[in-house]
């Protein structure tokens, strides 16, 4: 969705050199080679409209060189330049710190002050609609001895909307739980609309888009960004110019935005509230208990077929959702009126129903093709204990999404401290559906010396990693590792019960604190583990990814085994199975290609500044006993390696000793 042009008084003559160059002294920073790198080739995809890949390692102060770029880019053209992230913890650190900073430091430089806004999914703002009547939360949503609670609150949540200025549910202080927020909010699927909506004037989530709109850049998140490039409704305002950052993370979170999924539970809720508008609720509960009765003889896992009765439950019910969404589909005369808040439950339910046909016809289509290596969606029943089974169907592949609705309209550049896979961007390329011949890639390398500061020890001694747990050998090994550390140990690893049960046996063994992952939030364990030096932390898949504590107080990570995925994933499956019918390996494009990635995380957890030093432990011996060990190795940073506990402890010795 290319942007309009904005004119500008006059053409801007500073150049991205001169505008880093003054970002960097206005913050106290240091000229890197890597940032003024990447900021030159930004801007160079901005000017030639390619796209670019870019991998930039921790300290190579990535957030510049994009974001001088875009400004400078947007006031050029008159246009918005949007910039998407993985994570709310990177948002908030570019709209609360590094945007306003660098907004100060390039006013003198620039026509006028560079401008930002910060947009988010329509969910996230109060909705004035809803609102509009009754504070109390419409019965059908909520339990009965919930009522009295969540009415208080969601009345709380009423005045303070008529207050704020956002909306915003970030701005609500003190916040309410997720269960009270969808009883004041709506999705993009169940909003009314600017146009039908009685608020629409007033409505926060428009205005924060109209905002949005007016400014040089716009921060937005992955899903926000696969929804506005999936529907076929503009949700980002117009742009000229995209910068995914946390790049890594695309391709799971517009496979997720792309997922539909169908359970019991939903269908019950949604007859009951049709049943609050004058709807007979019979019509659905009788279908869904055909469903759930259909379900209860199929097998767990990936679906490359389709049973007579789960076909028949599926036809049926989307016979009933339609009925129903019929049969509350036009309100009475007046009610918009008289009853504002049941008009606007009425088209939320008509669209949430809309959206459960849509994803059970999507799930038959499927089977329409009998060859199920020519499936180009993926259908699996998970069964759950505590609630329903559920049917779930994800694109095979998003790239073709990406190819046609991202790629096509404007440059994208994707930058992230892991990009490359086995010593290429080739994987990730292919993942993302980046055309053949539109783009660039630079590797801006990092600030850090790898190999003088981190020692990569591979543990080729102990037992390989198997389905029983941690063996005592792997146990013994941890404690003798964090010993001679001294503590300040951050230990990753690949499921729950592993991580409790290393934290269990080293609490005995040991006199420092171990932190567990569970036993506080990750941000108050987090900020224990930086502030204790002699502390540990152990935890799973989000401390991978999530963790920056430079300094001495993570001198040690230790990753129990290489992160491939669940072998009975059934997307992954799927995946994999695609590989191998088409000649390529499966496994190596599909599971090492995930477990590179996550290695490549993990293992950034040690090196966080300049300064930093240590050994990351991998207690892995396949890491060099197996061919596909010196692929893994080769998407991690160029540290000194070693298989020998001897070298290692010495050197965490000396470590703790200077």
């Known amino acids: 969705m290319a942007s309009g042009e904005k004119t500008s008084d006059q053409p801007l003559s500073q150049t991205t050199e001169d ?165 004041v909010s709506v999705t993009s699927a169940e909003c009314l609309g600017a146009v039908r909506c009685p608020h629409g004037e007033s409505c926060f989530a428009q205005l924060a888009r109209e905002e949005a709109g007016k400014v040089d850049v716009v921060v937005t998140n992955h899903a926000l960004l696969a929804i506005d490039a999936l529907s076929e409704v503009n949700i980002l305002p117009e742009h000229s110019a995209v910068v995914i950052d946390e790049a890594h993370e695309l391709d799971g979170r517009i ?221 013994d090994e941890i404690a003798e590792l964090i010993t001679a550390a001294g503590g300040r140990t951050l230990a990753l690893f690949s499921s729950r019960k592993a991580a409790e049960q290393a934290a269990k046996e080293t609490r005995k063994r040991l006199p420092f604190d171990i932190f567990l992952q569970g036993e506080d939030t990750t941000g108050a364990l987090v900020d224990k583990f930086a502030k204790s030096e002699n502390s540990c932390l152990f935890g799973t898949l989000t401390l991978w990814q999530g963790v920056d504590v430079p300094g001495s107080s993570c001198s040690l990570v230790i990753i129990d085994r290489i992160p491939f995925p669940r072998p009975d994933d059934p997307l992954l499956q799927a995946r994999a199975a695609a590989a191998d019918a088409a000649g390529r390996s499966g496994f190596m494009e599909v599971s090492a290609t995930h477990a590179a990635l996550l290695l490549a995380q993990g293992t950034g957890r040690l090196l966080r500044s300049v300064h930093d030093k240590g050994v990351i432990a991998v207690l892995d011996n396949r890491l060099v006993t197996k061919r596909y060990g010196a692929f893994l190795r080769k998407s991690l940073l160029p540290y000194w390696e070693t298989t020998d506990p001897d070298v290692v402890r010495g050197a965490l010795r000396r470590l703790v000793a200077s």
């Open 255 to 475: 496979t997720s935005v792309a997922t539909n999924v169908i359970s019991g539970r939903a269908l019950t809720l949604a007859a009951r509230r049709a049943g609050k508008l004058g709807a007979d609720k019979a019509v659905l509960e009788d279908v869904v208990d055909d469903v759930n009765a259909a379900l209860a003889i199929e097998e767990p896992g990936r679906w490359e077929t389709i049973t007579p009765p789960a076909r028949a439950a599926f036809e049926g019910l989307s016979r009933a959702l339609s009925r129903t969404r019929m049969a509350i589909g036009d309100a009475p005369p007046g009610e918009s009126e008289n009853d504002p808040e049941k008009f606007a439950e009425r088209g939320n339910l008509r669209n949430h129903l809309g959206e459960l046909e849509d994803a059970v016809d999507r799930i038959l289509s499927v089977f329409d093709e009998d060859d199920p290596a020519k499936h180009r969606d993926v259908v699996w029943l998970t069964r759950n204990e505590r609630d329903d089974d559920a049917v779930s169907v994800a694109p095979l592949s998003v790239a073709p999404l990406l190819s046609t609705s991202l790629f096509d309209a404007t440059p994208v550049v994707l930058t992230s401290a892991t990009l490359t896979v086995g010593g290429n961007f080739n994987a990730m390329a292919a993942a993302w559906g980046l055309p053949e011949g539109s783009w660039d890639h630079l590797d801006a390398g990092t600030p850090f010396n790898p190999r003088k500061s981190g020692i990569l020890y591979t543990a080729k001694h102990l037992p390989t990693p198997g389905r029983e747990g941690l063996s005592p050998q792997t146990l």
């Open 19 to 183: 505008l880093l160059a003054a970002a960097v002294e206005a913050i106290g920073g240091a000229t890197r080679e890597g940032q003024l790198a990447m900021a030159q080739a930004v801007t160079r995809a901005f000017d030639t409209q390619r796209h670019l890949a870019v991998q930039a390692g921790t300290g190579t102060g990535k957030s510049l060189a994009y974001l001088v770029p875009a400004f400078l880019h947007a006031q050029r053209t008159g246009s918005t330049v949007v910039v998407s992230t993985a994570t709310i913890a990177l948002q908030r650190q570019l709209v609360e710190r590094d945007l306003p900073r660098l907004a100060d430091a390039l006013e003198p430089l620039m026509e006028r002050r560079p401008t930002f806004a910060i947009l988010k999914g329509r969910n996230n703002y109060a909705c004035l609609h809803k609102l509009a009547l009754d504070s109390d939360a419409p019965e059908a949503l909520i339990e009965e001895d919930n009522l009295s609670r969540i009415g208080k609150e969601v009345k709380r949540v009423a005045e303070w909307a008529q207050e704020t200025e956002t909306g915003d549910r970030d701005d609500l202080s003190p916040g309410v739980s997720d269960l009270v927020w969808r009883q």
